[in-house]
């Protein structure tokens, strides 16, 4: 009988405890670090996901690479027709039976990015985003 395998994002969460606990505050393994992990402005390991994902998104929107995913987003409102809306701009989420289909990069990734309201064209978008991150 074997051990099970850790899920990737519990050994980086816990990578990333580690590194905030011993590298960076010199506090002990007790100790809360909360408050130092807001004031250098770090984001925690959910929210990291979260903005490399919607990073992934952006890019494909943006620059058409990969194909493969650029391909799986839907377009914005305002591009299917000719009438503007309140959310013109958000990106539409695809339709998706399975569980499975809701962890896709494709529906996951638009959530997030609709949901951050961020505008996808603006020049400092990675770091409005993490403002946005941040701020919630």
């Not at 990578?15 to 004031?39: A, C, M, P, W």
């Not at 943006?62 to 995913?69: F, R």
């Not at 009438?83 to 990106?91: D, I, K």
């Amino acid at each position: 009988m074997g051990l099970a395998p850790v899920p990737r994002s519990t050994a980086f969460t816990n990578l990333s405890t580690f590194v905030h606990e011993y590298v960076v505050s010199g506090r002990k393994r007790n100790d809360r670090i909360s408050d130092v992990v807001q004031s250098l402005g770090w984001m925690t390991a959910k929210q990291l996901v979260e903005y490399h994902t919607v990073c992934a998104v952006h890019t494909a929107v943006t620059t058409g690479q990969p194909e493969c995913i650029s391909r799986t987003i839907g377009l914005p409102a305002n591009q299917r027709h000719s009438h503007e809306t309140r959310h013109a701009n958000r990106l539409t989420v695809p339709r998706i039976d399975s569980k499975a289909g809701r962890r896709r990069l494709c529906y996951r990734g638009v959530l997030m990015l609709n949901k951050a309201n961020v505008n996808v064209r603006d020049p400092h978008f990675r770091l409005s985003l993490k403002r946005n991150i941040l701020s919630r």
